[in-house]
């Protein structure tokens, strides 16, 4: 890997950690909201869904600014989302053995969220990077 190259990857790793800390608060944010009327699976599949919303807007403005999906950005939201579905099964299902398995995860269930994120993040920033956003914007 050339030096430009490592540092584009060094720049958009770290991007994406700020976006995926964005979703992090937003997904606390909601899940902490809705927990009481949906109960703590339902509120964190919703706090979920709006954690990606965050994140997408954050990386196509930032971690991706010089590259582009092709797609408008309808299309690219649903795609986007249905990448992050992947990733986003692997979060859940890490969240979801925690809190059912471990009781500190279940009296703090922002540490299952915490680590549901972190597990898949890497599974999410290789579809973003390699899958949705792979066209050079110069």
């Not at 869904?49 to 309808?74: D, E, K, P, Q």
């Not at 471990?102 to 969220?113: C, F, I, K, N």
């Not at 898949?120 to 579809?127: A, Y």
Request: aromatic share 14%; proline share 1%.
């Amino acid at each position: 890997m050339r030096r430009d190259q490592l540092g584009e990857a060094a720049a958009g790793l770290f991007w994406f950690a700020i976006a995926g800390f964005i979703g992090f608060l937003v997904d606390v944010g909601v899940l902490y909201l809705l927990k009481g009327s949906l109960g703590v699976y339902g509120a964190r599949v919703a706090s979920f869904l709006c954690a990606a919303f965050s994140t997408w807007l954050f990386n196509r403005a930032v971690t991706f600014r010089s590259r582009r999906s092709g797609h408008s950005a309808a299309k690219e939201l649903g795609i986007y989302l249905a990448l992050m579905a992947v990733g986003g099964s692997v979060n859940y299902g890490v969240f979801a053995l925690l809190v059912s398995k471990v009781l500190l995860a279940a009296r703090h269930p922002e540490l299952g969220v915490a680590a549901g994120s972190i597990a898949g993040m890497g599974v999410n920033l290789l579809t973003s990077r390699f899958l949705l956003f792979r066209f050079r914007h110069e």
